[in-house]
């Protein structure tokens, strides 16, 4: 699994004209799913984002998460995360996995991710989506639960 992790001050996703999803401060999550992943992949993403300490403590330090700030999470599918763009002009998208298993790994990362304890916002699955954003910093992170980066 593949995340671009950005720390935000609100964020939003509108669906045909309709918002679908909001929240406040806290994480935008774009997810990719790889044909390779699986529920440990799951568990280690979950873990990671609850416990990021990527908002600032009263010394301005980036010593606090999600758990520590009462953030939210608003976890958007991407399965653009795993283009690849070394050949050629038009990405390859055969490292992704199918839209049944990555819906079901998108899904499984969610509920794992409210069992942290963490609010959580989806984005719809399979559609064409507008996602808005207060970036806040910016901080912007690549998170990949197997050694590619």
Known sequence: MRA????????????????????????????GVSKEDGQEDVAYLARKIAHLRV?????????LSLKDTG??????????LYGD???GHRPSFD????????????????????????SVALGKFRAR??????NDGPVTLLLDSKKNF
């Open 85 to 87: 763009c070394r050949k």
């Open 4 to 31: 671009v992790i950005q720390r935000v001050k609100e964020a939003k996703v509108v669906v045909a004209g309709e918002e679908v999803a909001r929240i406040g401060k806290g994480l935008l999550v774009l997810l």
């Open 55 to 63: 908002f600032e403590d009263e010394k301005g330090k980036l010593n």
């Open 129 to 134: 989506m507008e996602v808005f954003l207060v």
């Open 95 to 118: 490292k992704a996995a199918p839209p049944e298993m990555a819906e079901r790994l998108y899904l499984a990362l969610a509920e794992e991710l409210r069992q942290n304890g963490l």
């Open 71 to 80: 953030g939210a999470v608003l976890l958007v599918s991407n399965f653009t």
